[in-house]
C-alpha cells in the first residue's frame, strides 16, 4: 500500500467550468476526508465518510461541492461553476475507525481557477 | 463553530532549545487532540495526539493537555533547524491555523 492517492496533482480551469477530483485511501482506512487548504491557512474541513455514508458536511460548504464514496473505497470531490476563490490546495485523508483523528494526508490536488 | 486557535507566529528559538507551541480549543466535548508537522509545499503529517489531562511524551515531542482551560500545547526539546515547519492542532474535524516554527542554527 502506497498511502493515500490524490489525482490529478494539479488542475487549472477557467471560471464557470465543473471539476472533479479522485482520492483513494489506504485501504483498511474506512473514514475519509476532503479539506481545503489556501497559503498561511490551515486545513479546512469539508465533509468526511465512514465507508460509503458522508457523516458529516461542513457548513461552509457551498452547494456547488459535492462528494461520494459510492463503495466505501475511493472518493470523488465534486466542484461545480468554480469560481476564482475555489483556487486552493485540496486534500484528502483517512484514517482508521479507532484513531479518527490520527489522519494519512494524500499529496493534494493544486487547483486554480482562471 | 466550532474552533481551533493558534498564534500564526513565527516563533523563532535557537538551535538546542525548547519550542513550545500552544493551541486553545472552544468545544469542550472535544475528547482527542492531535499536533501536526507541515514542511513548506508539504501535506500534514501526524506528530502526535493526547486524549487525557496531563503530559504525554514521545522522544524529543510532549504533548500537554488541560481539558478544564481548554487549552493544549506541544514542547519540543533540542529544537533542530529541520523542525522548522508549520505546526498544526487540531480538535478533529477542525484545524487551527498553525503556527511557524523557525529554529536559527
Known amino acids: 500500500d502506497t498511502g493515500v492517492s490524490q489525482d490529478p496533482r494539479h488542475k487549472i480551469t477557467k471560471r464557470g467550468q465543473n471539476v472533479t477530483f479522485r482520492c483513494d485511501p489506504i485501504s483498511e482506512h474506512n473514514r475519509l476526508y476532503w479539506y481545503r487548504q489556501t497559503l498561511g491557512q490551515g486545513p479546512e474541513f469539508l465533509t468526511y465518510?465512514?465507508?460509503?455514508?458522508?457523516?458529516?458536511k461542513s457548513r461552509l460548504l457551498s452547494d456547488r461541492f459535492s462528494a461520494e464514496r459510492p463503495k466505501g473505497s475511493f472518493s470523488t470531490l465534486e466542484i461545480q461553476r468554480t469560481e476564482q476563490g475555489d483556487s486552493a490546495m485540496y486534500l484528502c485523508a483517512s484514517s482508521l475507525p479507532e484513531t479518527p483523528g490520527g489522519y494519512t494526508f494524500g499529496s493534494g490536488t493544486r487547483l486554480t481557477v482562471v | 463553530q466550532k474552533e481551533v486557535e493558534q498564534n500564526s507566529g513565527p516563533l523563532s528559538v535557537p538551535e538546542g532549545a525548547i519550542a513550545s507551541l500552544n493551541c486553545t480549543y472552544s468545544?469542550?466535548?472535544?475528547?482527542?487532540f492531535f499536533w501536526y508537522r507541515q514542511y513548506s509545499g508539504k501535506s500534514p503529517e501526524l506528530i502526535m495526539f493526547?486524549?487525557?489531562?496531563g503530559d504525554k511524551e514521545d522522544g524529543r515531542f510532549t504533548a500537554q493537555l488541560n481539558k478544564a482551560s481548554q487549552y493544549v500545547s506541544l514542547l519540543i526539546r533540542d529544537s533542530q533547524p529541520s523542525d522548522s515547519a508549520t505546526y498544526l492542532c487540531?480538535?478533529?474535524?477542525?484545524f487551527g491555523t498553525g503556527t511557524l516554527l523557525a529554529v536559527q542554527p
Open positions: 465518510f465512514q465507508n460509503e455514508a458522508q457523516l458529516e
Open positions: 493526547i486524549y487525557s489531562n
Open positions: 487540531a480538535a478533529p474535524p477542525i
Open positions: 468545544d469542550r466535548g472535544s475528547q482527542s
